[in-house]
């Protein structure tokens, strides 16, 4: 009983502060499930941003479909997912009402324009926080560095550039 | 009733055919929802767009709040986000369920191996990309470098960063209206 509430209570908090989408909520899961429940390690937690990448649906979700059912399950795995959600549900709906009455505010264009600046900073973190993981060999950073120009130069869509570092590892390594 | 499982089948549809983040999915949905069935003005789906973005939560699940709440009020707006995470969720519970065996398998252990560190690259790149959209100067930088610091190194929550954040920007906001 007690894993579906703390399940439930970290996926809430996630998704209650989880702004700008994608990669600035990766150092928000990271702290919740690998640091502070250890649920995860922190090559898992990449197993599964990889896995995320290449299946339909946001990262946070994906999270928490995953960790929800290995520690509780399916019905760990539906609470988790709710969890995550539930936030949104609440403060969209308050938003959509006012949103129009709100949006020519000052103070509430500053908040995004600031809290862009922020996610910056936490996927950063998150970069600080995996990358010590990842690179165990010469293998690794040769993977790294031909995934970062594929897409960084060449716009690589993360699809196909996790299926070809898949078969590329399968291959040789 | 005809309404609410017309909600279900577009938001299935854009569920299930967005791969790699909110980005992939925004025009998907623009093309559904304002060209495909004219439940939305362009205008409206901005102002949606630029609500979910503002919404903490995935930009996805924001959105299809806004639509289903804008079609059928609390029933659509239930359908709508059933129906966007419903394929995400059963794709991740099938592989969740075969994760166990296939984990040992050294193929896929690889396969991971290799992915780990693709992974962190597309994590780096957003950051030079974003670096330069999200206004960042020299005079502003130590926000972000020091927001990197302090959750990456010293594993600070970035609860207490987005509270202060939000406080500060609201506090300075008000006082640049007087």
């Not at chain 1, 898992?44 to 520690?71: C, E, H, L, R, W």
């Not at chain 1, 936490?122 to 165990?136: N, V």
């Not at chain 2, 025009?27 to 789906?45: A, H």
């Amino acid at each position: 009983m007690m894993i579906y509430f703390e399940l439930f209570r970290t996926f809430f908090k996630i998704g209650l502060f989880s702004f700008g989408g994608g990669y600035a909520i990766l150092a928000m899961i990271n702290q919740e499930v690998v640091l502070k429940n250890a649920w995860l390690t922190n090559s898992q937690f990449m197993d599964i941003v990889a896995i995320s990448q290449m299946t339909p649906g946001p990262i946070a979700i994906n999270a928490a479909t995953f960790i929800g059912y290995q520690k509780g399950g399916f019905l760990g795995s539906v609470i988790s997912t709710l969890g995550v959600i539930f936030p949104s549900l609440i403060v969209m709906t308050l938003i959509t009402l006012t949103y129009i009455k709100l949006k020519n505010q000052p103070w509430f264009k500053n908040i995004f324009r600031k809290l862009r600046l922020l996610s910056l900073g936490l996927i950063a973190a998150a970069f600080i926080m995996i990358a010590g993981d990842a690179f165990r060999d010469l293998f690794s950073v040769l993977v790294f560095t031909a995934s970062f120009i594929a897409s960084w130069k060449f716009k690589l869509n993360p699809f196909y550039l996790l299926i070809g570092a898949a078969v590329i590892g399968i291959a040789l390594g | 009733m005809k309404m609410i499982l017309k909600i279900f089948i577009t938001f299935f549809k854009i569920g299930a055919f967005t791969i790699g983040g909110a980005y992939a999915m925004i025009p998907l949905i623009r093309r559904e929802v304002c060209q495909k069935n004219n439940w939305l003005t362009e205008d409206e789906f901005l102002d949606g767009l630029s609500a979910a973005q503002s919404c903490p939560g995935p930009i996805a699940i924001n959105l299809s709040i806004y639509i289903g709440f804008h079609l059928a009020k609390g029933k659509g707006m239930a359908t709508a986000v059933l129906a966007t995470i419903l394929p995400s969720f059963i794709t991740i519970l099938i592989i969740a369920m075969l994760f166990q065996q296939f984990a040992e398998v050294t193929l896929v252990q690889k396969a991971f191996h290799s992915l780990r560190p693709a992974v962190v690259a597309l994590i780096a790149v957003p950051l030079i990309q974003m670096s330069k959209q999200s206004g960042l100067t020299l005079s502003n930088c130590w926000f972000p470098l020091s927001v990197a610091v302090l959750v990456g190194f010293l594993k600070i929550s970035p609860v207490y960063l987005i509270l202060i954040t939000i406080a500060f920007a609201v506090y300075q906001g008000l006082k640049k209206q007087k």
